[in-house]
Each structure stands twice: as C-alpha cells, then as structure tokens.
C-alpha cells in the first residue's frame, strides 16, 4: 500500500522505478517464506503496473490537471490500455468542467452579493460615489466582490435619479417579479438546467433590475428582494442541493400573486406590486407564508373594496329580507352573511 501510494504520487521516475521495484522484492521474499505461491506472484506482478499507472492517471487528473495532460500528450500513461485511458479522459474533462462551473457560479453570486449590499446602503442613504467606483475598479480587474461598468452606472444613478411615482414603481416591482419566473418551475423550486445558459440568464436579469434602479422605477428594497432571490437560485446551482421548503413555499405564494385580480381592480400590475410588498413586509414580521399571504390579500382588499371595512364580522346587519350577521370575507373582500339567529 505504501509504494503503491509512491509510485502514484511520485515526480520523478526514478521513484516510481523503486517504489515498483521495491514492491517486486517484497513479493520475492513472500514466495521465500511460502506466504504466497509463485504463480500468486507473477499474476500480482503482471497486473500491478497497469493498476497503478490507472490509478496515477486519475490522481493526476484530479490534483493538476496540467501534468495529466502533458503526461497523456507524451504517451507516459504507456502502461494503460486505451480503453482505460479514455474513461481517465472522461473523469478528467467532467471534472474540469464541475471545477470551472463552481468557479463562474461564485463569481456570479459574489456580484449579486455585491449588489445587494449597495442596494441596502443606498436605501439607507450609507453609499457614496467612491464606493461604486471602488467595486467597478474591482470588476476591471477581475476581483469576485466587483462590478461591470452597466452595473456601476445604474448604481451612481441610483443617487441622483428623481424617483418615479409610486404607482409606477409597484408596477415596475410586479413585472420583474413575474419575469423571474424563468429561473424556477411551477412548484417554486429552483431549475437545474446547463450553468452557463442559467448565468448568461441570470446576469440579463440582474442588469435589467439595476437598470429599473437607476431610472427611478423601482424601490431599491424590492430590487433587493427580487436580487435575494435570484442569488438563491445561484446557490442551488453551485451545491445542486433541494434549498429550504420555507424559500420554496414563498416563491409559489409570490407566483400566485403574479396571477392575482380582484373584480375590483383597476390597475392590476400596480396591485400585484402592492400585494407583493405586503407579503414581503409580513414575512418580515415572522409571519408564516400561510399567513403572510392571507394579510397581504386582505390589505389590497381593504384597499380596493369599501365592503371590506364597510361590514365588520360578527356584527349585525338590517336588510330587506332580514337581519344578516358577519361571519367572514370573500377572496375579492366582500362580506359573507348568514341570518341572525
């Protein structure tokens, strides 16, 4: 064991040589003392070469992918039939490729943590112009905390933008929402698809909300939510692991509020905005996804349905045809009866 972990690791052939004939010896004394026959041996001896040059060729493969390849290209996997060695060469690209994914994931959820961390100090009022310009220097020079020059512009006009009204901004705010939608399926779980489609995506997306940053139309707390989001999905990506049922059950509810219409309403996208900052702001509270959602329907009913605070539960009510008590709301707010007893 201990010269086959030589001969594997060695850098020069000189100890391969004598971790291999050094191993032949100690099988010659094992034949000597009659702990294994002659011919146990030989079929030993035969194999070992090939084994270990197997094994050589996937330690290269997996500690530097550099020497495996010069190795290859020079035929000093010699001992290897090809049939071995091209399952070697299998290993070796999927695993290069595995490396180089984590590696563009991490840079890519090093930017939009970036982002999100200028976000919260502007909202705040905390950033300035030399920050921005820091992390752009940063991004020039290839650094994981940095960011593009698109980027950095939608930031400095973040600070001296005049904002939109607000109308404008909820509605900006429902329609990136629902647009990503193309990062998870319809159970608000994360999409594994090829990393390189999914980053392309997802920097598109992240550009696009700077962007509505910048021009005014959107809350840097919303842009903020909707990056936070979209990082999570970054993260599945790079641990290819099932995140927190509780992520998962707040992205269906915020996909049924993209869907979301009242009879009453009058500007739709503008309220799924609004019904989307509810649950936000709920969720914040401690509140389960159940309850968030429940409040935050109420709330634009409340806005949009003078019924909704017209008629209180459990008071009494005189119709026509009768005395009518409260005993709950509808989904668009309008109240349910039933006859007083």
Same mark, same amino acid.
């Not at 959820?109 to 502007?122: C, E, G, V």
């Given at each position: 064991?201990?010269?086959?972990?030589?001969?594997?690791?060695?850098?020069?052939?000189?100890?391969?040589?004598?971790?291999?004939?050094?191993?032949?010896?100690?099988?010659?004394?094992?034949?000597?003392?009659?702990?294994?026959?002659?011919?146990?041996?030989?079929?030993?001896?035969?194999?070992?070469?090939?084994?270990?040059?197997?094994?050589?060729?996937?330690?290269?493969?997996?500690?530097?992918?550099?020497?495996?390849?010069?190795?290859?290209?020079?035929?000093?996997?010699?001992?290897?039939?090809?049939?071995?060695?091209?399952?070697?060469?299998?290993?070796?690209?999927?695993?290069?490729?595995?490396?180089?994914?984590?590696?563009?994931?991490? /840079?890519?959820? #090093? $930017?939009?943590?970036?982002? !999100?961390?200028?976000? %919260?100090? *502007? =909202?705040?009022?905390? +950033?300035?112009?030399?920050? /921005?310009?820091? #992390? $752009?220097?940063?991004?020039? !020079?290839?650094?994981? %905390?940095? *960011? =593009?020059?698109?980027? +950095?512009?939608?930031?400095?006009?973040?600070?001296?933008?005049?904002?939109?009204?607000?109308?404008?901004?909820?509605?900006?705010?429902?329609?990136?929402?629902?647009?990503?939608?193309?990062?998870?399926?319809?159970?608000?779980?994360?999409?594994?698809?090829?990393?390189?489609?999914?980053?392309?995506?997802?920097?598109?997306?992240?550009?696009?909300?700077?962007?509505?940053?910048?021009?005014?139309?959107?809350?840097?707390?919303?842009?903020?939510?909707?990056?936070?989001?979209?990082?999570?999905?970054?993260?599945?990506?790079?641990?290819?692991?099932?995140?927190?049922?509780?992520?998962?059950?707040?992205?269906?509810?915020?996909?049924?509020?993209?869907?979301?219409?009242?009879?009453?309403?009058?500007?739709?996208?503008?309220?799924?905005?609004?019904?989307?900052?509810?649950?936000?702001?709920?969720?914040?509270?401690?509140?389960?996804?159940?309850?968030?959602?429940?409040?935050?329907?109420?709330?634009?009913?409340?806005?949009?349905?003078?019924?909704?605070?017209?008629?209180?539960?459990?008071?009494?009510?005189?119709?026509?045809?009768?005395?009518?008590?409260?005993?709950?709301?509808?989904?668009?707010?309008?109240?349910?009866?039933?006859?007083?007893?």
């Amino acid at each position: 064991e201990l010269n086959h972990n030589i001969y594997v690791t060695a850098k020069t052939k000189a100890e391969k040589d004598k971790a291999y004939n050094d191993t032949v010896d100690l099988l010659e004394e094992n034949v000597a003392k009659g702990v294994m026959t002659a011919e146990k041996a030989a079929q030993y001896r035969n194999n070992m070469r090939k084994e270990w040059s197997l094994d050589e060729a996937y330690y290269d493969a997996r500690n530097n992918k550099e020497l495996y390849d010069y190795k290859r290209d020079n035929g000093l996997y010699k001992d290897l039939y090809e049939d071995d060695l091209a399952k070697v060469e299998t290993y070796a690209t999927n695993l290069h490729k595995k490396t180089m994914d984590e590696y563009k994931i991490g /840079i890519a959820k #090093a $930017q939009i943590n970036t982002a !999100i961390d200028l976000l %919260d100090k *502007i =909202d705040k009022g905390k +950033a300035t112009l030399e920050e /921005i310009d820091r #992390a $752009q220097v940063l991004g020039e !020079i290839k650094s994981p %905390d940095g *960011i =593009d020059s698109n980027v +950095a512009n939608s930031f400095r006009k973040m600070l001296s933008t005049r904002k939109q009204n607000p109308d404008i901004r909820l509605s900006e705010y429902a329609k990136l929402s629902a647009e990503s939608d193309i990062f998870f399926k319809e159970d608000g779980s994360v999409k594994t698809e090829d990393v390189d489609t999914s980053l392309k995506k997802l920097k598109v997306y992240r550009d696009k909300v700077l962007q509505s940053a910048g021009e005014g139309k959107l809350n840097e707390p919303d842009a903020k939510q909707l990056l936070e989001d979209v990082g999570i999905a970054a993260n599945i990506l790079a641990t290819q692991k099932a995140e927190s049922n509780v992520e998962t059950e707040k992205r269906k509810a915020r996909k049924w509020m993209w869907g979301w219409k009242s009879k009453y309403s009058k500007d739709i996208d503008v309220e799924r905005g609004r019904l989307l900052q509810e649950f936000n702001s709920a969720i914040n509270d401690g509140k389960s996804v159940a309850e968030a959602q429940a409040i935050a329907v109420d709330r634009l009913n409340i806005a949009l349905n003078d019924n909704r605070t017209k008629y209180i539960i459990d008071n009494n009510y005189k119709f026509p045809k009768g005395i009518l008590r409260v005993t709950g709301y509808d989904d668009y707010g309008d109240p349910i009866f039933e006859r007083a007893k």
